[in-house]
């Protein structure tokens, strides 16, 4: 045992959970979900995260590492006219298409067929939202807003893992010294709160498709090439289904769906965590045991979110996601063959279009695809 490994776990907790959380909150709101559903939402989904970690990491002797679907949360936040319920029922059909890709082999490769090109414009296009609204942030409060965009390029620049965080601490502490914020909201402990699900067609579609594909193209095939470049070689079903399970599980208590981590797995699988690769997996129980901290305190930390400036959660969101957006754009624009066919994804993707009650992010997908098939058809 080597301090680098609590800490390197306990600093990929920090960042994902800090960086990301304003995220989840503005998902929440999108579906009309009250404080308590949303403290609910961010207990459950850091429990089944927290239980993800400790037995994958256990049972396989690896690194591996849970996480929130970020590009899904986004996802759910940019999308409109769904309750909590058909929020809640869409969680569950995504956890179940998650354990059939697990079980599945053939599932999980033809998830991996669809090109990154097209993939990464839909990530784009949902993403490319939040940026705009951080700058849009700025005529709000631009006593506070400014500074704190200043601060994020200069810390990236030595510290980039940290800069979202930064700014949030930075930001909230500011916000309250200048009066921003009327006080602090009292400590509670968190609670699960069941939801009813309702499962309707526009949702499925409109919702839980788009968020199994934005999850596993995004997010998990993303964690085993880490884990891969890390020089382990998981087999994909049984950690792809466990994350399935626990979202399955936790999704009637709001929370999202979970998978494989990129980023935090990225900080808890070098060499730097350990010498040896075969100790990197203890990672795992102390990553989760930051998160059960989170979801122990999940209500209160949903409280703090609440009394904080609107601007300042906006703000926190879009600089989260630049580095995804600028990534989902470099990948989307890399083949020349592909690019009409990403920019068509990206371009409905970020319209915001709904046709028969379905969201864009579907309907970008479904786009690229027709074109990227259009244009082969044209080649042969």
Not at 45 to 74: D, F, H, N, Q
Not at 216 to 242: D, F, K, T, W
């Amino acid at each position: 045992m080597r301090i680098s490994i609590p800490v390197s776990a306990f600093v990929a907790a920090i960042v994902g959970f800090g960086g990301t959380l304003a995220i989840v909150i503005a998902a929440a709101k999108a579906v009309g979900a009250t404080q308590v559903e949303t403290a609910s939402w961010v207990t459950a989904i850091c429990l089944a995260m927290a239980i993800e970690s400790l037995w994958l990491s256990w049972r396989t002797k690896m690194p591996v590492i849970a996480a929130w679907s970020t590009p899904g949360v986004a996802l759910i936040a940019a999308s409109s006219g769904f309750s909590i319920g058909e929020a809640v029922g869409a969680f569950i059909v995504t956890g179940i298409l998650l354990i059939a890709t697990g079980l599945f082999r053939p599932l999980t490769k033809l998830i991996a067929r669809i090109p990154a090109s097209v993939a990464s414009g839909m990530l784009a296009g949902i993403v490319v939202t939040f940026a705009i609204n951080a700058v849009n942030a700025i005529p709000v409060d631009p006593w506070l807003i400014l500074p704190l965009i200043a601060a994020f390029f200069v810390i990236r620049l030595f510290n980039p893992a940290l800069s979202v965080l930064a700014v949030l601490i930075g930001g909230g502490a500011a916000a309250f010294l200048t009066g921003r914020v009327g006080g602090l909201p009292t400590p509670e402990l968190s609670t699960l709160t069941l939801i009813a699900p309702q499962f309707t067609v526009t949702a499925i579609v409109g919702l839980a498709l788009p968020l199994y594909l934005v999850t596993m193209a995004s997010q998990n095939l993303s964690g085993l090439a880490v884990l891969r470049a890390a020089g382990y070689h998981p087999e994909p079903g049984p950690l792809i289904g466990v994350t399935g399970l626990l979202s399955l599980l936790s999704a009637p208590f709001g929370a999202s769906t979970t998978n494989l981590a990129a980023i935090s797995a990225a900080i808890c699988t070098g060499p730097d965590v350990h010498p040896d690769p075969g100790e990197r997996w203890k990672t795992g129980p102390f990553y989760a045991l930051a998160y059960l901290v989170f979801a122990i305190f999940g209500a209160s930390l949903v409280a703090i979110f609440a009394v904080l400036p609107q601007s300042l959660i906006v703000l926190v969101a879009g600089l989260a996601l630049m580095a995804p957006l600028a990534n989902a754009l470099a990948i989307a624009l890399t083949e020349d063959g592909e690019r009409m066919a990403a920019t068509v994804t990206f371009a409905v993707t970020a319209s915001g279009l709904t046709l028969f009650g379905v969201g864009a992010a579907f309907w970008g997908l479904i786009a690229g695809l027709v074109v990227l098939f259009l244009e082969t058809l044209k080649k042969q």
